[in-house]
């Protein structure tokens, strides 16, 4: 059935109309106890609800849809290892990766916790190798530079938690990530490398992916012009490892077998960090700080799976977010982390959500009755208070936030951390209430303004406020942090999937684009192809004029 046409839908638009027009400042002055009524914790992990434009009641009445969309019974499936990815005939078991526990997963009849431990210890025991010096390259060098080559999950997630775990980085050993098939991305990173220290990891689950295969072939070649052909498949045996479920193709590239970690087709590539696609943030960090990752991860499954709906922190965001989407007319989600170490994040969130749930057909196959996803973006938070955040404060959008903060820095600094936390939390303060008229008067006349200046600028010193926000406070960004917060928004997006009746673990709109790829090539290459629209022969024209193809 479709939600929209649900009593429980019903009601949150009759309950709409209730509350559409009241302010924040409203709700707070009727409740005072609010901030401890919808700031919940998880250990010392805080998310403040208390900025959302809901009440108690609209809470209880989003978790009444969230149950009339089952998605108590989705999620169980979901942990049972059910092939809910019903498009590709796939179970979803992320999960499995991050499980430490000793026994079976998700079932002791459809157990895949072997070959997940067994590709643990792999991943420990070449890790340990390569951190400590014992691995080295072919004229006997330690390595010194790792370069991860892949895109999409396989570049965004172990980029982004390595950068937000530098803290954690091993201090003779750099992690580089290369994605684009622009050279401009890969040639000034070869130029910095030596190839006698420098590992390359070719992460592609297929590994056919264009981009990918393009960077490692370049890699290769660059490698093999120092190090010579002769002993070609010993060198790239000691500067070549591969994360694919496509052992073969691996073996044509040149990568042995003993070189290779294996990925399952039950992991989708925006879940994978858990798996070996996390090699790179392994090598930096080491397997301890992985395994306290995943031990995050874990404690947030755990709380999802266990934790009734009314209290369920991915639930509750989940539902606030389907909130402010389909009740209040939101189009857009900001991400605004305060720590500079988490500046990958909005780029990977924007994959893990809207390559999720960027879709408007029902797993029934038929049109949703309701917009889905909203666009997602982002930026550090204390950059965008100069750049967007005029925008927000006046620009007229509704437009909700998640703010993001550590109340420790990862980089303590005397005099920073204070002055950074008071920023994020006075704009989420701001961006709530906003300024009335008459505060705004009382501010002009403190500073002294005459009558008629106070008149003049009276109208641009007004700010609506009434922007709803989410504050997510995390007690210190470790390892353990991190995993329990890409956790909490995994679930978020599986909760949104589920209610919208969404099938979140397929991707087929990225399929198109690469067809007409692989169909664009042979033109760019001098075989034209009448079949092409106008525009499309005329910038292939332009380019084969003007580019170097």
Known sequence: MDITHSPEWQALLAHREQVKHRHLRDFFAADPERFSHLALRHNDFLADFSK???????????VALARAAEVESWRDRLFAGEAINFSEHRAVLHPALRFLGPGPFPTATDN???????????????????????????????????????IGGSDLGPKMAAKALSAYEHPGLHVHFVSNLDGAQLAPLLETLDPRSTLFIVASKTFTTQETLRNAQTAREWLLASAGEENREAVIARHFVGVTAATEEAGRFGIPQENLFAMWDWVGGRYSLWSAVGLALVLTIGMTQFERLLTGAQAMDKHFLETPLERNLPVLMGLLGIWNTNFLGAET??????????????????????ESNGKTISRTGSPLGCQPNPIVWGEIGINGQHAFFQLLHQGGWLIPSDFIISATSDYPLPGHNGPLLANCLA?????????????????????????????????????????????????????????????????????????????????WGVELGKKLARRLQPALEGHPDDSLDASTRGLIAYCRRYGQL
């Open 112 to 150: 895949v916790m072997p070959q997940v431990r067994q590709v643990r210890q792999h991943m420990r025991d070449f890790s340990e190798r390569v951190r400590s010096g014992l691995w080295r390259g072919f004229s006997g060098e330690a390595i010194r530079n790792v370069v991860n080559l892949g």
């Open 427 to 507: 704009q989420s303060a701001a961006l709530a209430f906003g300024r009335t008229e008459g505060e705004a008067r009382a501010d002009l006349e403190g500073e002294g303004r005459q009558e008629a200046e106070i008149q003049a600028l009276l109208p641009y010193k007004v700010f609506a406020g009434n922007q709803p926000s989410t504050t997510l406070v995390l007690p210190r960004l470790d390892p353990y942090h991190l995993g329990l917060l890409l956790a909490l928004y995994e679930h978020k997006v599986f909760v949104q999937g589920v209610v919208w009746g969404i099938n979140s673990f397929d991707q």
């Open 52 to 62: 959302q434009r809901v009440s108690q009641e609209t809470v209880a009445l989003l």
């Open 333 to 354: 989600l900001a991400i605004l982390p305060y720590n500079e170490s988490l500046r990958a994040l909005p780029a990977y969130l924007q994959q893990l959500e809207m």
